[in-house]
T-cell receptor, first 115, second 114 residues
Framework: DAGVIQSPRHEVTEMGQEVTLRCKPI?????LFWYRQTMMRGLELLIY????????DSGMPEDRFSAKMPNASFSTLKIQPSEPRDSAVYFC?????????????FGSGTQLSVL | AQSVSQHNHHVILSEAASLELGCNYS??????LFWYVQYPGQHLQLLLK??????LVKGIKGFEAEFIKSKFSFNLRKPSVQWSDTAEYFC????????????FGKGTKLSVKP
């Protein structure tokens, strides 16, 4: 298995533009998590899905952020409009529901820079 | 609010020095505890975990961690670090009943000088 695949690896955009981050979880995994990593706040859980259904989005910073999981093999995190303070590394992770967090596999992350 | 604190932002050591990275978590009931490592340019990897039983947990690459319930701590240790241990280390807590969510500390960057 190729692991959790995120794209793009790097994204540089201008303030106000829409940004879409993509994630392909490991085949067979039915839980998917989006995390954001910044120097100031460390790793924060933004949202997670079980069986394509958003379970907890309390970590989503504001309405500019939205996440979808249209099917078991694909998820997006969208920021519209983007702001410089959104600059961070965004990680996607997947696991089997009920498998416990020790079974969490992370993607390589998307480095987002908003100018 | 549930939280995880890592005491050191950046630790610099020479090879063969001993390492201890602090991690404390806020009370929230029964916990599962983890240390993750992120090598430069790579994704997060699980280093070790504690669920129950022996509070001294051994992980990969010679790392170990000790769960001290009375101190709400789960410090990471290694007797002798190597240059290849240069990475960022994250402590994480899963509060049982929270459906697998992990709460991470802010991370400690370890730089090992050859």
């Amino acid at each position: 298995d190729a692991g959790v695949i995120q794209s793009p690896r790097h994204e540089v955009t201008e303030m106000g533009q829409e940004v879409t981050l993509r994630c392909k979880p490991i085949s067979g995994h039915n839980s998917l998590f989006w995390y954001r990593q910044t120097m100031m706040r460390g790793l924060e859980l933004l949202i997670y899905f079980n069986n394509n259904v958003p379970i907890d989005d309390s970590g989503m910073p504001e309405d500019r952020f939205s996440a979808k999981m249209p099917n078991a093999s694909f998820s997006t995190l969208k920021i519209q409009p983007s702001e410089p303070r959104d600059s961070a590394v965004y990680f996607c992770a997947s696991s089997l529901a009920g498998g416990g967090p020790e079974k969490l596999f992370f993607g390589s992350g998307t480095q987002l820079s908003v100018l | 609010a549930q939280s995880v604190s890592q005491h050191n932002h950046h630790v610099i050591l020479s090879e063969a020095a001993s390492l201890e990275l602090g991690c404390n978590y806020s009370y929230g009931g029964t916990v599962n505890l983890f240390w993750y490592v992120q090598y430069p340019g790579q994704h997060l990897q699980l280093l070790l975990k504690y669920f129950s039983g022996d509070p001294l947990v051994k992980g990969i690459k010679g790392f170990e961690a000790e769960f001290i319930k009375s101190k709400f701590s789960f410090n990471l240790r290694k007797p002798s670090v190597q240059w290849s241990d240069t990475a960022e280390y994250f402590c994480a807590v899963n509060y049982r009943g929270s459906q697998g969510n992990l709460i991470f500390g802010k991370g400690t960057k370890l730089s090992v000088k050859p």
